[in-house]
Every structure is written in C-alpha cells, then in structure tokens.
Nanobody, 124 residues
C-alpha cells in the first residue's frame, strides 16, 4: 500500500522560505513520477513541480526560479524548496505519485496516489 505523508507547511511572510517534505512508503521515488500540486479554496488543483524517475524536473511558470523539487533516494522522500514566497502561493500543497510510463504530466488527473496535504500561508 502506497502512502505519501507531507510535512513542512506553515505560515511565513512574503519573501520567506519553506521546505515541504513528502515521505513515501510502499513504493520508491526512483520508479515514480513524483509531483507537488496546490489547491486554493474554490479553485482546481494544479501542478507546481514534477520530478521523473531519473530526476528530470518540470516547473509551473509561476514558480520557476523560486521553487526547487528534489528527491533524497536514501530517505525515499520528495522535497519542495520554496523561496521568495508570495501571498499568491498560499494554498494547500499535495504530494502525488504515479508509475512512470513515458513522461510525467503536469495535470493532476493521471496521479493515483495522494498525500493528505500541508497548508502554506504567505502573508504580505
């Protein structure tokens, strides 16, 4: 049984930083498409950053240059380093996984495993 457990969310002021972590069990981060998604109240879930089984990364335009997704294979954990945070980054952040086939889509619907989410709140 695959489990994804996020941690690291919190409240920060604009310009601050947070590091989110997603501890993975039941599968390995090296065989999956792993991603971070966000959802704001009243809005659809959207992709933030992806890492494929080889570590190739993809970012949403809104976070390029500010966020970094990376994996610690030994800890079987996915991370999202978030710098220069903006109030518009405020959302619930979810970790997700799907088996790697031919690529890692940015849209959330193909992902079958999800964590419970961690709240990020950025104040101005």
């Amino acid at each position: 049984q695959v489990q994804l457990v996020e941690s690291g969310g919190g409240s920060v002021q604009a310009g601050g930083s947070l590091r989110l972590a997603c501890a993975v069990s039941g599968t390995t981060v090296t065989t999956q498409c792993m991603g971070w998604f966000l959802q704001s109240p009243g809005k659809e879930r959207e992709g933030v950053a992806l890492s494929d089984r080889d570590g190739k990364t993809t970012y949403a335009d809104t976070v390029k240059g500010r966020f970094t997704i990376f994996k610690d294979n030994a800890k079987n954990t996915l991370y999202l380093e978030m710098n220069s945070l903006k109030p518009e980054d405020t959302a619930m952040y979810y970790c997700a996984a799907r088996p790697f086939y031919s690529g890692c889509p940015m849209r959330p619907s193909p992902y079958i495993e999800w964590g419970q989410g961690t709240q990020v709140t950025v104040s101005s």
